[in-house]
């Protein structure tokens, strides 16, 4: 099996704003800005909880939920959760915590959950011999009191339509497999077009409790 040699793009960042510039593609992706403090605040009183994530990276490594409830602030990452009582110390902490990465912020999605666990779902699409094909659609798990579900971290792997029928309802899977692959259609042919050279892709979807998909991020280097 010959698979194309994959032009690698580790920017979060880049790829969020080439897929911003497609209409249809633009109302799955969570609103997203690089850090800073005026940043910061300003997305956690519009959404109420956000996620903190380096520019460059996977597996869940660095990611980080704050959530405000009234005037206090509640940061998750692993499996630490520390409350700051006012955004300073929020700042502080995060600081702290980040090292002087590189970090953007994205409006936070409370997916759909099995047993008060999120689950997201990771499609895995891949050029052979010139053809995209898709490889794989899996959901993802998190693993109890973590909300990142990266199998690297203690996440659960099921197939993508078991996921969604214990999570939403068995009505809703065919329509959301057909939605996730129609995403990954449409932003596969954007990202080539602005970044040639690329041969794998992993989209990361998750789902609200509403049903509405989102695009939480997509890897040239999928694992």
Same mark, same amino acid.
């Given at each position: 099996?010959?698979?194309?040699?994959?032009?690698?793009?580790?920017?979060?960042?880049?790829?969020?704003?080439? =897929?911003?510039?497609?209409?249809?593609?633009?109302?799955?992706?969570?609103?997203?800005? =690089? $850090?800073?403090?005026?940043?910061?605040?300003?997305?956690?009183? %519009?959404?109420?909880? *956000?996620? *903190?994530?380096?520019?460059?990276?996977?597996?869940?490594?660095?990611?980080?939920?704050?959530?405000?409830?009234? &005037?206090?602030?509640?940061? %998750? #990452?692993?499996?630490?959760?520390?409350?700051?009582?006012? !955004?300073?110390?929020?700042?502080?902490?995060?600081?702290?915590?980040?090292?002087?990465?590189?970090?953007?912020?994205?409006?936070?999605?409370?997916?759909?959950?099995?047993?008060?666990?999120?689950?997201?779902?990771?499609?895995?699409?891949?050029?052979?011999?010139?053809?995209?094909?898709?490889? &794989?659609?899996?959901?993802? $798990?998190?693993?109890?009191?973590? !909300?990142?579900?990266? $199998?690297?971290?203690?996440?659960?792997?099921?197939?993508?339509?078991?996921?969604?029928?214990?999570?939403?309802?068995?009505?809703?899977?065919?329509?959301?497999?057909?939605?996730?692959?129609?995403?990954?259609?449409?932003?596969?042919? =954007?990202?080539?077009?602005? !970044?040639?050279?690329?041969?794998?892709?992993?989209?990361?979807?998750?789902?609200?409790?509403?049903? #509405?998909?989102?695009?939480?991020?997509?890897?040239?280097?999928?694992?």
């Amino acid at each position: 099996m010959e698979v194309t040699i994959s032009r690698q793009l580790a920017s979060k960042w880049l790829k969020a704003n080439a =897929l911003l510039s497609n209409p249809y593609i633009a109302r799955h992706i969570p609103a997203s800005r =690089l $850090l800073s403090a005026a940043n910061l605040r300003s997305m956690l009183a %519009s959404y109420g909880m *956000v996620v *903190v994530k380096p520019v460059r990276g996977g597996g869940g490594v660095g990611v980080i939920k704050i959530e405000k409830s009234g &005037s206090a602030y509640r940061l %998750s #990452h692993k499996s630490n959760k520390r409350v700051y009582a006012g !955004f300073d110390a929020l700042m502080k902490g995060l600081n702290a915590t980040r090292k002087k990465r590189a970090y953007l912020i994205q409006r936070g999605i409370r997916l759909a959950t099995i047993g008060g666990r999120p689950i997201d779902y990771r499609v895995k699409y891949v050029k052979e011999k010139g053809v995209w094909t898709y490889r &794989s659609m899996l959901g993802r $798990l998190a693993r109890p009191g973590l !909300f990142v579900t990266n $199998l690297c971290r203690g996440g659960t792997q099921m197939p993508a339509a078991q996921g969604i029928r214990r999570s939403l309802s068995p009505k809703l899977v065919g329509a959301k497999k057909r939605e996730m692959r129609s995403l990954t259609k449409a932003s596969t042919e =954007l990202l080539e077009s602005r !970044f040639p050279g690329i041969g794998q892709l992993g989209y990361d979807y998750g789902i609200d409790r509403n049903g #509405h998909i989102w695009m939480l991020e997509v890897n040239t280097r999928p694992q």
